[in-house]
């Protein structure tokens, strides 16, 4: 199957510093998507982006589907920032798709 | 819109015996697929259910079983529960199925203890 690794593996940031995490997948993929999951463990979507650049507020992402890996920033980072970021990729197998995470990026922003 | 809803949301079993989890998609949307999320294993894909029918699989054992009714509501089902069978378990819906292009949107999730 599909590889998809994510760096680093952790983040510590003083609040309104600035970061990038990093993925990298080892195939062609459908699609790909970066979630960040809360507390109580639902993953909530930050942006669906099989290619191309795409910006939500303080965050953006970029995914260069050619190169085999995407990018997320965190711009002016804030408490509410913390928190496991996963990017998941889409592969085809035997005809229909599967969903393949990397192992997240735990993220701590200190006041 | 209604988001995607998962039960029960708490449960602790014992060893043996089984369970069964609960997920309505989006209104609309005809796939849903099951994930589990452990420490160790991190969040693997178990399942994908698309008009009641079993699309794809994951690389788990028998035990864990699926099925999915005509209003797309989905149950899994985890029989003979090992120690190792504790996790969050999460559901995903999305209108055209996983390999589709557009976006999966996750439920809550159901974390399962097993003791």
């Known amino acids: 199957g599909i590889q998809v690794e994510q760096s680093p593996p952790d983040l510590i940031l003083q609040e309104g510093a600035n970061s990038t995490l990093r993925c990298n997948f080892s195939?062609?993929?459908?699609?790909l998507q970066w979630f960040h999951q809360n507390p109580w463990g639902q993953l909530i979507n930050l942006f669906y982006i099989p290619s191309g650049t795409k910006q939500n507020g303080r965050l953006s992402a970029t995914t260069v589907a050619t190169e085999r890996y995407s990018l997320l920033y965190i711009s002016s980072s804030q408490t509410t920032d913390s928190g496991v970021y996963f990017c998941?990729?889409?592969?085809?197998?035997?005809?229909?798709?599967?969903?393949?995470f990397g192992a997240g990026t735990q993220v701590v922003v200190t006041p | 819109k209604a988001g995607v809803t998962q039960t029960p949301r708490y449960l602790i079993k014992t060893r043996g015996q089984q369970v069964t989890l609960s997920c309505s998609p989006i209104s609309g949307h005809r796939s849903v697929s099951w994930y589990q999320q452990t420490p160790g294993q991190g969040l693997q894909f178990l399942f994908e259910?698309?008009?009641?029918?079993?699309?794809n699989k994951g690389n788990f054992p028998g035990r864990f079983s699926g099925r999915q009714f005509s209003n797309s509501r989905s149950e899994m089902n985890v029989s003979t529960l090992e120690l190792g069978d504790s996790a969050l378990y999460l559901c995903a819906s999305s209108p055209r199925g996983v390999g589709s292009t557009g976006e999966l949107f996750f439920g809550e999730g159901s974390r399962l203890t097993v003791l």
């Open positions: 259910y698309f008009s009641e029918t079993q699309r």
């Open positions: 998941a990729v889409v592969f085809v197998t035997d005809s229909w798709g599967k969903l393949q």
């Open positions: 195939d062609s993929v459908n699609n």
